[in-house]
């Protein structure tokens, strides 16, 4: 049904990878607003621009990203379906996306904590939490590209 797709293939991949990177800078970015807002005085005037530019970010770029990433990802896997036979690398990178969109997940329900008032967790925890997205990309890319196995 949908065979006229394989000609798209490298469009569909590169939009794939835009919006990935879309992704993974909005979840960079997020924990980067915690670590400022954790200090900010819940009500006062910081407290207030960070909870819009949270919201902003995860509205206009985090989700809308991970959905087209998502949608290229899933169309890439339906016009290559017949190649990857005995291939593990894309159910590993699937595994590992999965975990991204698990931390996602955590992001846009600590972004709702922190709009109540809230100061979950510490600073240094959303210090480190940055560090997430970038470690699981490095393996997802090089699974992607490489197709090791
Ligand atoms: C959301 C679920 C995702 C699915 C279902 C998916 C699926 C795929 C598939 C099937 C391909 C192979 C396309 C091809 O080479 O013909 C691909 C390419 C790629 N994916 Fe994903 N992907 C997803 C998410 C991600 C994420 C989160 C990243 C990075 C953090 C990523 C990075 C890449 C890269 C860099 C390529 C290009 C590889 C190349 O051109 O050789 N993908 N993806």
């Known amino acids: 049904m949908?065979?006229?797709l394989s000609g798209y293939m490298e469009w569909i991949r590169a939009v794939h990878i835009i919006f990935v990177i879309f992704w993974m800078a909005a979840m960079l970015y997020m924990p980067r607003l915690f670590v400022?807002?954790?200090?900010a005085k819940p009500g006062?005037?910081?407290?207030?621009?960070l909870k819009i530019q949270e919201a902003k970010l995860l509205r206009i770029i985090m989700n809308p990203a991970m959905i087209v990433a998502f949608i290229t990802g899933l169309t890439l896997v339906y016009v290559r379906h017949g190649e990857f036979g005995e291939t593990?690398?894309?159910?590993i990178k699937l595994g590992l996306v999965f975990i991204l969109m698990g931390y996602h997940g955590y992001l846009s329900k600590t972004r709702k904590l922190f709009a109540i008032g809230e100061r979950p967790r510490t600073e240094r925890f959303y210090r480190l939490?940055?560090?997430v997205p970038a470690i699981l990309t490095v393996f997802i890319v090089i699974l992607a590209v490489i197709e090791p196995f």
């Open 44 to 49: 006062g005037e910081l407290d207030e621009t």
């Open 129 to 131: 939490a940055n560090e």
């Open 36 to 39: 400022y807002h954790y200090n």
């Open 2 to 4: 949908f065979d006229f």
């Open 88 to 91: 593990w690398w894309l159910p």
